[in-house]
């Protein structure tokens, strides 16, 4: 297994992210140099809804899955965790280090409306225990830490952005290696979150969002997808099954697939 | 869970296969009244290539994600039943029941290319044995029988058609409620099928596969899609690695996809 840092841009600039093992390997085999998984993707794949539904177990071995196939460093996205206590949290890390990953995004949405972001300072508490984690472990590991104060539109949209800067620094201060800001598309606000924050900013990709070759001109340095691509083949998925079982016709899946034996070679 | 019969063609016309829990409760939403499971598609997803190389005990936790989710009959591909010996697939047939299916392709291909189909009198015994374990359940089961004569290409061409017929109605004698023939699209031989096989016939989509309402008019029973859905969203998939990858954008996915919350909302 690879070492993925954050700070070159080279091994973890734009990632897509894959759901399961076919996926992870058409993603390397397209020159992905590294690659972050998707918990929403994953959840669906499982029967669960995104939000830290899935018992951790068995995201832990969904991403076992992953990283068995693919001879590149594989990030996780391990949502929150799947437990609050810091100590959980050390547990979550082991396990993903032991299904084979070098980096893992934590996020400080708790998936409780009434109070959707855990409180900065238990946020920080939790980022040094996984950071604790992390260094214990044989291999190094990157910590991408998010915070969803836009994408969970938590407070007055004024103070979202000192909120984020503020948050972001603290994370980094704790020990993350990359700091994860997905809700933010706008080039001005990007432009400012590079210069208030000294450590890579990793975005999300979504409607809106500037090309890669402009998000590298200010300084973004890490690019993800979340399940983007994963439900972009759903679309497809149930665009196929509408024409075969209200048309009777296969087009839509005949028109444009990866052969059988092409698809059998990947996993082979 | 109901009861599905191929002899119901309201119940098991055609049928989008799904290869995880999502697409399994997307086609359901799409309309479809029975779903058949794709041994490919969930092979690629476990990291294995097809042709019993998937662990039987990954498979059936496959399909028991896949039945759980959805309120319709599930009728599961277990290839060769992962299993040579009439007992071991008697452990499987009873192991794809405890997974919530209520019916199971069974088919002749040993994956071996020096032999690639079971003698008839040894597949004649295995699909007696899987008869009576189907028997013993608490629930009526459908087998359906398939014969890799056509896809396989076994045999002189000229004698391909009579092998068949005389496979499949050896299979109807040993307990298969349908007979699954893969590899025959032109209406001729299928029409020709339909009148020597006093059971409903299944078919499987691909190119030049006439529309469903052609198969019907001739009688054909059944009609699966295999992997093609699963396979058609590779390519997406792969185009989408391609662009994010190589020009940096993202329109391939964005383009036309399931929204986040509705994805999360099919799953709750």
Known sequence: MLFVTCTTPLRCWFSPTPWDAVTARLFVNAGARAIATTSAGIAATLRYADGQN?????????????????DVPVTADTEAGYA???EGLQESIRAVIDAGAVGVNLEDATGDSAQPLF??????ERIRAARKAAD?????????????VYLAQVGAVASRFADTVRRLNAYREAGADCLFVPGVT?????????????????VLAGPGMPAVADLQRIGIARLSVGSGIMRATLALAR?????????????TFLDRNIPYNEVNELMK
């Open 186 to 202: 706008d080039m001005p606000t990007l432009t400012q979150l590079v210069q208030s924050v000294p450590a890579p900013i990793n």
């Open 119 to 124: 409180a900065m300072e238990q946020q920080i």
């Open 84 to 86: 609050d206590s810091p």
């Open 136 to 148: 214990n472990a044989d291999v190094p590991v990157v910590i991408n830490a998010r915070t969803d």
């Open 239 to 251: 665009d196929a099954a509408n024409e075969l079982l209200h048309e009777g016709t296969y087009q």
């Open 54 to 70: 899935v018992p951790r177990e068995l995201m832990m071995d969904a991403i076992a899955r992953i990283a068995r196939v693919v």
